[in-house]
């Protein structure tokens, strides 16, 4: 079975930091390039950040670059968001995605549109407040 599964979330103060977690299984992990999206409450969901697995290229939203890192233990199967300098605006639920890398072979994807992705997580909440 072909699975992604989020964990690391919570509630953390503004200014803090927190790593989440998406752990793969039933497929090559290594084939594929990952990519994290959030949605919060009221707005669209939106890119974060993503690997290609061709280049070890990262992107990142402007929103997050420089706070945000995107790691990968193909060992473990694992895709890694750490989150630092948490803000309020980072409140939302976070995703893990998969697309099979020969559908972007030169540069990962942050497109939200509809099968852009091979595979999703069920998402995990994380809340940035005092």
């Known amino acids: 079975q072909l699975q992604l599964v989020e964990s690391g979330g919570g509630l953390v103060q503004p200014g803090g930091s927190l790593r989440l977690s998406c752990a793969a299984s039933?497929?090559?992990?290594?084939?594929?390039?990952l990519a994290w999206f959030r949605q919060a409450p009221g707005k669209e969901r939106e890119g974060v950040s993503c690997?290609?697995?061709?280049?070890?290229?990262?992107r990142y939203a402007d929103s997050v670059k420089g706070r945000f890192t995107i790691s990968t233990d193909n060992v473990k199967s694992i895709v890694y968001l750490q989150m630092n300098s948490l803000k309020p605006e980072d409140t939302a639920v976070y995703y893990c995605?998969?697309?099979?890398?020969?559908?972007?072979?030169?540069?990962?994807?942050?497109?939200?549109?509809?099968?852009?992705?091979?595979?999703w997580g069920q998402g995990i909440q994380v809340s940035v407040s005092a």
């Open positions: 690997f290609t697995r061709t280049s070890s290229r990262a």
């Open positions: 039933g497929f090559r992990f290594d084939a594929y390039n």
């Open positions: 995605a998969a697309v099979d890398w020969s559908r972007d072979p030169n540069i990962c994807t942050l497109e939200t549109k509809e099968g852009r992705h091979d595979l």
